[in-house]
């Protein structure tokens, strides 16, 4: 089992930037396909972007695409969300997640229960 610890949230004006880092024990995080997923007070669970396993493959919501940048440092077994021209509606609480790289069943790299481990959430509030 992985242990997740996000951190790097906070308050910031709209325009600004925040890198959130999530920190794994147990297991590097170099086993796992890793995601980071945002959640709003009253919707749902939305997903931001991912890392495959060898740092080949990325992806990220339209959302987000081009303002956000996810990456890993398996040496410090910590990923990373690099947010930046934050906008109001980029408000919520920030997780990050640990998945099976070889993963064989039908959901994708977007889809939450793809998933196994998560972490506490970081908040994440950006003012207008």
């Known amino acids: 089992q992985v242990q997740l610890v996000?951190?790097?949230g906070g308050l910031?004006?709209?325009g600004g930037s925040l890198r959130l880092s999530c920190t794994a024990s147990g297991r590097p995080v170099r086993n796992y396909v890793m995601a980071w997923f945002r959640q709003?007070?009253?919707k749902e669970r939305e997903f931001v972007g991912s890392i495959s396993w060898n740092?080949?493959?990325?992806y990220y919501a339209d959302s987000v695409r081009g303002r956000?940048?996810?990456s890993r440092d398996n040496a410090k077994n910590t990923v990373y969300l690099q947010?930046?021209?934050l906008k109001p509606e980029d408000t919520a609480v920030y997780y990050c997640a640990a998945g099976?790289?070889?993963y064989s069943g039908?959901?994708?790299?977007?889809d939450s229960p793809r998933y196994d481990y998560w972490g506490q959430g970081t908040q994440v509030t950006v003012s207008s």
């Open 40 to 42: 709003a007070p009253g």
């Open 83 to 85: 947010m930046n021209r």
């Open 12 to 14: 910031v004006q709209a």
């Open 55 to 58: 740092i080949r493959t990325y």
């Open 106 to 110: 039908s959901y994708g790299y977007s």
């Open 6 to 8: 996000e951190s790097g």
């Open 68 to 70: 956000f940048t996810s």
């Open 100 to 102: 099976d790289p070889y």
